[in-house]
């Protein structure tokens, strides 16, 4: 059975309705999902989090949401990842919603620095974008599509089951069929 790591959103968990729907769907497939807290209000203890949590469970595949989106960005593991809602630019968005979002301000310079160097080598990064139509948060939709390849699903930003389960062939093939290993 295949691991996949589903980093969770803003003030979610590992236990949030989309890890268990996720972790339901994916069961068919012969794929597991399995979650770990990490600290969002410290970005870098949070990413070293994550890559231990990386280098430990050694996952065939990372699924992650809006602001864990950011992360498994950063992250940069060897693995495909599937992006739901990307939270591109959370200096940006995070104070929209109430929180500081200027802790993520370095991060997020080095990660566009490091997109806009590698063009066009990213346009060949295992990453695969998926986005809701109807994201009442926000879009990176455009500005993400010229870097990897991009779906739209009719959901908001949270995802619904039925456009969990829309979205389960992009994430089975991408697993299935990585690009990086």
Do not use: W
């Not at 992360?71 to 990842?81: G, H, I, K, N, S």
């Not at 990307?86 to 370095?106: I, M, Q, T």
């Not at 994201?135 to 949270?158: A, N, Q, V």
Request: glycine residues 6%.
């Amino acid at each position: 059975m295949k691991k996949i790591l589903y980093i969770y959103g803003l003030g979610s968990s590992p236990q949030s309705n989309t890890a268990r729907t996720l972790g339901e769907l994916l069961r068919s497939s012969d794929m597991e999902i399995v979650t770990t807290e990490y600290s969002q209000e410290e970005p870098k203890v949070g990413l070293a989090q994550l890559e231990k949590f990386i280098n430990d469970e050694k996952p065939d595949g990372i699924v992650a949401s809006s602001l864990g989106a950011f992360f498994a960005l950063v992250l940069y593991p060897p693995v495909p990842r599937i992006l739901i809602n990307v939270c591109f630019r959370p200096s940006v968005e995070l104070p929209k919603l109430g929180y500081d979002g200027s802790k993520y301000k370095p991060l997020e310079d080095y990660l566009q620095r490091e997109y806009h160097d590698q063009l066009p080598s990213y346009l060949f990064e295992d990453v695969t974008c998926l986005f809701g139509t109807d994201d009442e948060l926000f879009s990176y939709k455009d500005e993400l599509s010229m870097l990897f390849p991009t779906y739209t699903f009719k959901c908001g930003h949270h995802p619904d089951k039925r456009a969990l389960t829309e979205m389960l062939p992009h994430i089975v093939h991408s697993v299935n069929h990585p690009l990086c290993c």
